[in-house]
């Protein structure tokens, strides 16, 4: 019994030494686990800790956010007053620019007004002013006759020696030094060396004539040249409705009326030779020169063509202006 009860005892011993070694591994292995859970909870400590600033940086940032909301609300509702007033602004701009356009129409009218106002005393003026020179020139009238010493044999003077046109033939005259003998024209009896002097010249439906002065030392033989280097100031008609003044070269007169009576005005010490429409009281053209010499009244009624141009020149008294 007791050899078996000493069995009993050593096999409860190795029993015991056995869970003995269970234990220690199990102490082991819960040491081991328990610095594992140590490990953990710090971990998680941390965690924790980091989770909290977090918390609190998050809960500072929703507090920043809160606020910039509110100061965002705050100018939200700032700009939608100013958007109302800008919208009132808006509209009293849309309203004052309604205003000023209907004045800028009002005052463009009115610029235009002033503006055909302007043109029309422009205008008159300048009518004015050409009837007070054409007036003043009228006041310098002068009785002018015309020398038959030196018309064309070509040329039909009256009895009067006021008018003259083509006869068509030619007359058997006296060939003196005075007398044209190509050009078929004829100068006045009076010559001027000063002073101012005006006559008119009665056109009517002539086609073709030329007037105005010549100097004392023309040629009066053989073929002229109508240009003030030649020693001739004068205006002429051509084909009917050209009018030109005889510079060099020619000046084209763009007339709208036809004239049918030629004022000649002649200032000898200004040395200008103007000529008119003595009818409308129009300037046509006026030539400048100094002059040395005696001056002509110079005429020129061209060739009959066949009936077309038989009009005579005539020279007519100058109305009186009151």
Request: proline share 4%.
């Amino acid at each position: 019994m007791i050899t078996a009860y000493k069995k009993m005892l050593t096999a409860d011993k190795k029993m015991l030494t056995a869970d003995k070694k269970m234990l220690t591994a199990d102490k082991k292995r819960f040491t081991a686990e328990k610095m594992n859970l140590s490990a953990d909870i710090e971990m998680l400590t941390a965690d924790k800790n980091k989770l909290s600033e977090d918390v609190e940086m998050l809960t500072a940032h929703k507090n920043k956010l809160s606020e910039d909301v509110e100061m965002l609300t705050a100018d939200k509702n700032k700009l939608s007053e100013d958007v109302e007033i800008l919208t009132a602004d808006k509209n009293k701009l849309s309203e004052d620019v309604e205003m000023l356009t209907a004045d800028k129409k009002m005052l463009t009218a009115d610029k235009n007004k002033l503006s055909e106002d302007v043109e029309m005393l422009t205008a008159d003026n300048k009518s004015l002013r050409s009837e007070l020179e054409f007036r003043r020139c009228c006041s310098y009238a002068v009785n002018v006759t015309l020398d038959p010493e030196t018309a064309h044999p070509r040329n039909i003077l009256s009895e009067d020696r006021k008018s003259v046109r083509d006869g068509g033939t030619t007359q058997n005259l006296p060939d003196n030094p005075q007398r044209f003998d190509a050009c078929p024209c004829v100068l006045g009896l009076e010559c001027f060396t000063l002073g101012r002097h005006y006559w008119e010249v009665e056109v009517g439906d002539k086609t073709n004539w030329d007037l105005g002065v010549c100097k004392d030392s023309v040629s009066r033989k053989g073929m002229i040249s109508l240009t003030p280097e030649d020693g001739y100031w004068v205006v002429t008609q051509r084909y009917g409705d050209e009018y030109w003044a005889c510079t060099s070269p020619n000046t084209l007169l763009p007339l709208s009326v036809r004239p049918r009576a030629v004022g000649i005005f002649l200032d000898y010490e200004a040395g200008k030779v103007s000529f008119y429409d003595a009818d409308n009281i129009s300037h046509l053209f006026t030539f400048t020169h100094t002059f040395t010499e005696k001056l002509w009244p110079y005429f020129n009624p061209g060739l009959n063509r066949k009936g077309k141009n038989a009009g005579a020149l005539s020279i007519r008294p100058v109305p009186e202006w009151e």
